[in-house]
């Protein structure tokens, strides 16, 4: 109902393709497609609202940014595990803390269909959120 609403506002057609097994994709073509890619948020790289294609957007950023961090925090896990190594234990606690933060913001870059957002951007978006979120955990908000 509100999506045949939108349609008829925006004379634009309903997104479709949308599978659960896209998200976690890692098929990407060569690395100038994948520098193509990030590359959005100007004047120059984002497309006319008619030429937006309608197709649910897949995540490509997103499952190797999630991959990566799940590796790191691996390694960090088992080097803290097999050798004893307790200097480890900053390095776990932050990223641990910081890899779903950051996976998924990057899913938000990958949905961003308009292409209008630049990766600077959503990562400026994560650290502000951090320290106005941090701020107010603190209790010293306002003052």
Known sequence: MVTSLLRKITGLPSPSGFGWKNIFTFKFGSRAQFNDYLNCGGTATTPALNEISAQWPIPKVFSRT??????????????DRFFGNLDNNLELNVLGAIAFSIAFAMFFFDLNVPRNISLFEVLQLIVFGGIISSRRASGRMGS
């Open 66 to 79: 999630a991959l990566l961090l799940l590796l790191a925090f691996a390694g960090f896990y088992f080097a």
